[in-house]
């Protein structure tokens, strides 16, 4: 595990976001080895999930001009897989305004639209309401991790198809940390899902699912309260995550704040 974080200034939050990222993508990649190139420069990962954040490059130095070499690769690279389109993302010390030049020619976009929050856990605000009938259990079995993976994808309301490439994923990184999945269960039924990251020294909550019929009830904070909570007990000082539009709000309430905006680069293939 990397030393823990206990900077909490603004600038060191905002690292600690986009570092906790690349750490997550790095492990996500590394689980398919037979997909997965690093060297000093780069990390590329291919996964079958069809989204973009799931096939991706990740630049750890300042672009020259060899490099447009390597961007042509991975463009034939994705389009050889039959990826719809893959991202570009850089370590938290380069800005984007450096890649920009190089990758708009190569017809890449830019996004920044993903609000990236964080928090200090020792401020961490504790809702005294529970949620009636609802309970959360850490994923300890491959079972337990095939329904997460239905909950999680309809929860996102991610093509069923992509259910198995979830599952397989999930099965993959495993049941141990630096990567521990919930469950929420409403009345005994499955509702909710969310992830803990260890990276960087931070802890990092992802995969926030509910299904539609459990929304509205409380069950994203609890969702997202329950990893802090056990990464708190671990020592953990910093909560860090990327927020969706519907959970920005949920999110300010258990104590984050907006810091930044997440940056990257994609390219459609089809």
């Given at each position: 595990?990397d030393?823990?974080?206990?900077?909490?200034?603004?600038?060191?939050?905002?690292?600690?976001?986009?570092?906790?990222?690349?750490?997550?993508?790095?492990?996500?990649?590394?689980?398919?080895?037979?997909d997965?190139?690093?060297?000093?420069?780069?990390?590329?990962?291919?996964?079958?999930?069809?989204?973009p954040?799931?096939?991706g490059?990740?630049?750890s130095?300042?672009p020259?001009e060899?490099?447009?070499?390597?961007?042509?690769?991975?463009?034939?690279?994705?389009?050889?897989?039959?990826?719809?389109?893959?991202?570009?993302w850089m370590?938290?010390?380069?800005?984007?305004p450096?890649?920009?030049p190089?990758?708009?020619?190569?017809?890449?976009?830019?996004?920044?639209?993903?609000?990236g929050?964080?928090?200090?856990?020792r401020e961490?605000?504790?809702?005294?309401?529970?949620?009636?009938?609802?309970?959360i259990?850490?994923?300890?079995?491959?079972?337990?991790?095939?329904?997460?993976?239905?909950i999680?994808?309809?929860?996102?309301?991610?093509?069923?198809?992509?259910?198995?490439s979830?599952?397989?994923?999930?099965?993959?990184?495993?049941?141990?940390?630096?990567?521990?999945?919930?469950?929420?269960?409403?009345?005994?039924?499955?509702?909710?899902?969310?992830?803990?990251?260890?990276?960087?020294?931070?802890?990092?909550?992802?995969?926030?699912?509910?299904?539609?019929?459990?929304?509205?009830?409380?069950?994203?904070?609890?969702?997202?309260?329950r990893?802090?909570?056990?990464?708190?007990?671990l020592?953990?000082?910093?909560?860090i995550?990327?927020?969706?539009?519907?959970?920005?709000?949920?999110?300010?309430?258990?104590?984050?704040?907006?810091?930044c905006?997440?940056?990257?680069f994609?390219?459609?293939?089809?």
């Amino acid at each position: 595990m990397d030393r823990i974080q206990s900077d909490v200034s603004n600038l060191a939050l905002i690292s600690s976001i986009r570092a906790n990222m690349c750490a997550f993508f790095r492990t996500l990649g590394r689980s398919f080895p037979e997909d997965y190139f690093e060297n000093e420069s780069y990390a590329r990962w291919h996964m079958p999930v069809a989204h973009p954040w799931f096939n991706g490059v990740l630049c750890s130095s300042l672009p020259e001009e060899s490099d447009a070499a390597f961007i042509e690769a991975s463009i034939r690279y994705f389009r050889a897989q039959n990826v719809g389109s893959f991202t570009w993302w850089m370590e938290p010390h380069l800005k984007c305004p450096d890649w920009q030049p190089i990758l708009a020619s190569h017809g890449f976009g830019f996004s920044n639209d993903t609000p990236g929050m964080a928090m200090d856990l020792r401020e961490m605000v504790e809702p005294g309401q529970t949620v009636n009938g609802f309970e959360i259990r850490e994923v300890m079995d491959d079972a337990s991790l095939k329904i997460w993976a239905h909950i999680f994808t309809t929860g996102y309301g991610l093509p069923a198809a992509w259910e198995p490439s979830v599952c397989e994923l999930e099965q993959r990184l495993g049941l141990d940390l630096p990567v521990r999945n919930f469950l929420g269960y409403l009345n005994g039924e499955p509702a909710a899902t969310s992830t803990l990251f260890l990276g960087a020294g931070v802890a990092g909550i992802y995969n926030v699912a509910t299904m539609p019929g459990a929304r509205g009830k409380g069950i994203g904070a609890a969702m997202t309260l329950r990893p802090l909570q056990d990464a708190r007990e671990l020592g953990y000082r910093i909560g860090i995550l990327q927020s969706s539009e519907m959970g920005f709000g949920v999110y300010q309430k258990l104590g984050f704040r907006h810091l930044c905006q997440i940056e990257y680069f994609h390219l459609a293939l089809t």
